[in-house]
């Protein structure tokens, strides 16, 4: 990773930073963006120190990546943006680093499960790897951690259970969890057990019916009796308040319902996803990035959220090609465009002050943790959601 030098990243960043600003603000175009982002994961490169070790957020005041190990649960979004940057450039080097960090998580694949994020970690680096290479061996892993994730299922509550490390409550069930099956999905259709698909649709429904409050807005986390399958209460964890409508929390919500449209052809999951979209969409702020939480009382002296803006945007992009009504389809392409407009203006794009692509991310506030910084799921998503803009033609 040490050969893209500190010079070629300094002359990249001016020649693509200065044009992108001026224009950002006005109207999106979406290769200059990515021109951008390709020239920040470069730049990055030479700065980071192994392949086991994975780049997650910038502190304030700092230039490079803090890392995390192979199990942390972010490990997978910096070979997915690496397999996204070579996705549109076909730059061979940057294929390279994607197969190598890549290929750190497979000992995930073969590890009982101790996280419920292995669909983050492995179907955003295996599964962007295999579905732009077509390597067998990521076919496999991709299997094995299928396999491994669907132990945490348990049939009597109807979910895969969350943070089965946190003894806080017998069975918890997070609504990031929506954002992992994907991968069980994808498994039953390719060579997996097709119990993989039962289990991810079962998962969705229990959700839908215990994480999804009246208005549409969304618990963080659900606790059931493991035993009973009873469901005991909704709470928050990096909310606000239980209560409250955390503004990421909302959004994996967005994703993971159609996501489960898309594989299901399930009305109900698409009736879901929309009502989802649309609360979202009608509480969001003038410039469309949410705070952090839509009911901190301290709003706008609040921190932003970008991470929620990206996957939001990629989102509804998503779920703009799935809706029978051509004026919700329109809706939600507006949205989308109009957050990553913003987000591809100097108030949220990195430039020069550090080497993430996205600034102005909450991670945990409750915590402290993570506030008010890059953090690397924020580049990922909104990657993602630009290459889905550049498909669709928009």
Sequence with gaps: MQNLVKPFRILLLAIGCVGLLSMASTKLNTDKVLEYCIGKVKGSLPFLETYDLFPRNIPEGQQHWESTKVTGWTSGFWPGVLWYSYEFSQDESLKEEAEKYTEALEIISKSPANDHDIGFMMYCSYGNGYRLTGNPKYKEVLLASADTLATLYNPVVGTIHSWPSKPQYPHNTIID???????LYWAAKNGGDRELAD?????AEVSMENLIRDDYSIYH??????VTGEFL???????????SMWARGQTWGIYGFTICY???QEEKFLETAQKLADHFIERLPKDKVPYWDFDDPDIPNVPKDASAAAIASSALLELSQLVHDKKKEKEYQKVAISLLTELSTDRYLAGDKNDAILLHSTGHMPKKSEVDVPIVYADYYFMEALLKLKKMGL
């Design 177 to 183: 969890n929506m954002m992992n099956l994907e991968l």
């Design 199 to 203: 289990i991810a649709t079962r998962h």
């Design 221 to 226: 986390l659900a606790s059931f009796d493991d």
């Design 233 to 243: 209460e909704g709470k928050t964890h990096q909310g606000y308040a239980d209560e």
């Design 262 to 264: 898309r594989e299901t």
